[in-house]
């Protein structure tokens, strides 16, 4: 089985606008699938870099002298190009989310498929886990995490069976936690209401909203001038923070002018709209059903 299939390949990549000797950066590195396909269009003189925090990605480093692999959360981009001497960058891509071998790995804790740990660190080494979250945090955070994250309509009753089940024993493993929410599942909507439960502790656990938001404004302060930034997202909370930085240059409020009344933008959007997979391509990749590209372009 393959690390990770990557999806929107082809779209993400063809946004970068790769012009031979170029600096590229590959946020997600993962399995190296968006890597590999920038190699090929990449000049001998080009650099890529690839960052991933998730040690097993290590096992996939590519054997490339114009390729180097940072062992790093990427909203510490700007550093460690700084650190490379990557700085201005020509392209950058980001796919968010979790990589197949993460959803595949039971003891990960990340799928609902699966028994395993209340882990979901993308870290390893990271200390806040899943368990940490559904055993020590207040009722009213876990509410918080719920509805905020998970967009759990009934977070209120979720939480209450949580705290009743921890008052009797900790709860450890992810067939714990599937049965204690079994009560308050919507019928038909099972599926769903795991995935979103599972979906709120895993961008707790990784701070992934914040780490997001820091890419994106060093993605700006990197990229050079005309320089390219394809990012994927899974579900309405990522998308909705990359179309509102492409679009006014900032996450929420609206979009700021000059004295003029001239917009102060940053980005000019390559695609007004999301980019989708085609149905051929979530046929063959059922990870690709939710995904939206959008490309934009520093001014």
Do not use: W
């Not at 997001?212 to 994927?232: A, N």
């Not at 909705?240 to 900032?250: A, D, E, H, P, Y």
């Amino acid at each position: 089985m393959d690390y990770h299939n990557p999806v929107l390949l082809k779209e993400s990549v063809d946004g970068l606008n790769i012009k031979n000797d170029e600096i590229c950066v590959d946020v997600t590195y993962g399995g190296g699938g968006h890597s590999k396909e920038i190699l090929k269009r990449l000049g001998e003189g080009g650099k890529l870099f690839g960052f991933d925090q998730d040690k097993d990605a290590e096992a996939n480093s590519l054997d490339d002298e114009r390729f180097e692999l940072v062992k790093q959360n990427f909203r510490y981009l700007k550093n460690f190009l700084k650190f490379h001497q990557a700085v201005p960058a020509d392209c950058i891509l980001a796919d968010l989310g979790v990589s197949s071998h993460q959803f595949n790995e039971g003891e990960r804790g990340f799928s609902i498929r699966f028994e395993g740990p209340l882990d979901m660190r993308m870290n390893q080494n990271g200390e806040l886990t899943a368990e940490k979250i559904i055993n020590d945090y207040k009722e009213t955070d876990l509410i918080r995490i719920f509805k905020g994250y998970g967009e759990v309509r009934n977070a209120q009753k979720l939480v209450f069976e949580i705290v009743n089940r921890r008052e009797e024993k900790r709860i450890t493993r992810t067939k714990e936690l599937i049965e204690i929410i079994e009560d308050c599942v919507p019928g038909k909507f099972r599926n769903k209401y795991l995935a979103q439960v599972f979906q709120a502790l895993r961008i707790e656990v990784n701070d992934e909203l914040g780490a997001l938001k820091d890419m994106l404004e060093q993605s700006y302060e990197v990229l050079k001038q005309g320089g390219r930034l394809s990012v994927i997202t899974y579900h309405s909370l990522e998308d909705r923070l990359v179309k509102n930085f492409f679009k006014k240059g900032k996450f929420e409020g609206e979009l700021e002018k000059d004295f003029f009344g001239n917009p102060q933008l940053k980005f000019k959007q390559i695609n007004r709209k999301p980019i989708l997979p085609s149905e051929e391509e979530i046929a063959t990749n059922n990870r690709a059903r939710s995904a939206k590209l959008r490309v934009a372009e520093k001014l």
